[in-house]
């Protein structure tokens, strides 16, 4: 089926360990987007990839960083994990030229650091 | 930076009725582009109804329709006929431009009640 798929879709870290949220989209968009989700927050956005070979700060970039591998995959990195990451991580896409219709979400990680 | 608010955490209605989730926005351009998503239990985030800000006519999907007021900068979405399976968490989010970054509002709870 076409969308976004994203892996893990629940992880547990122990503070200071490691990990990469991966996400694959195929619809050929050329945006990619990693969110948070808090409760009572919304979702923020962590970074964005414009384009294949650009990476952009989002609201909340502090902790992460991101790889976009090619037009299709985009991963999210934590490099050492902290309580404060707890939280429910989307990755999206969308098209770029054209009317706007809405980004396509995975169906997010829960992610618990502990 | 452009925000987006949602004064309404909860929200609950009786199962055939209308509710209306508020929304409003801040920004100072005068082209841009809004969405409601509604994300259930299953967490996946669907995309409800979308606006654009230079269209006056209201956007309307079957049972979903928004009132705009660019003026007021208000984006409420009605939802009538409420069904059971309407038990969601509602966002409003708001797009500048094509493909740059959508920014959400906190959300709404809503439960339809049988």
């Known amino acids: 089926n076409a969308g976004v798929t994203q892996t893990p879709k629940f992880q547990v870290l122990k503070t200071g360990q490691s990990m990469t949220l991966q996400c694959a989209q195929d619809?050929?968009?050329?945006?990619m987007y990693w969110y948070r989700q808090d409760p009572g927050m919304g979702l923020r956005l962590i970074y964005y990839?414009?384009?294949?070979?650009?990476?952009d700060k989002g609201e909340v970039p502090n902790g992460y960083n991101v790889s976009r591998l090619n037009k299709r995959e985009f991963s999210l990195r934590l490099e050492s994990a902290a309580p404060s990451q707890t939280s429910v991580y989307f990755c999206?896409?969308?098209?770029?030229?054209?009317?706007?219709?809405?980004?396509?979400f995975g169906s997010g990680t829960r992610l618990t650091v502990v | 930076a452009q925000t987006v608010t949602q004064s309404q955490p909860e929200m609950s209605v009786q199962e055939a009725e209308t509710v209306t989730l508020s929304c409003t926005y801040d920004?100072?351009?005068?082209?841009?582009?809004l969405f409601w998503y509604k994300q259930p239990p299953s967490r996946q985030m669907i995309l409800v109804i979308r606006?654009?800000?230079?269209?006056?006519q209201n956007a309307t999907e079957n049972r979903f329709s928004v009132n705009f007021q660019k003026a007021a900068k208000s984006f409420s979405l009605k939802i009538s006929d409420s069904q059971l399976g309407d038990t969601a968490m509602y966002f409003c989010?708001?797009?500048?431009?094509?493909?740059?970054?959508?920014?959400f509002g906190e959300g709404t709870q809503l439960t339809v009640n049988p």
């Open positions: 999206a896409s969308t098209r770029l030229t054209g009317v706007p219709n809405g980004y396509t």
């Open positions: 619809m050929n968009h050329n945006s």
């Open positions: 990839s414009a384009s294949e070979g650009t990476t």
């Open positions: 920004t100072s351009e005068s082209n841009y582009y």
């Open positions: 606006q654009e800000a230079y269209k006056q």
């Open positions: 989010a708001f797009e500048e431009t094509s493909g740059s970054r959508l920014t």
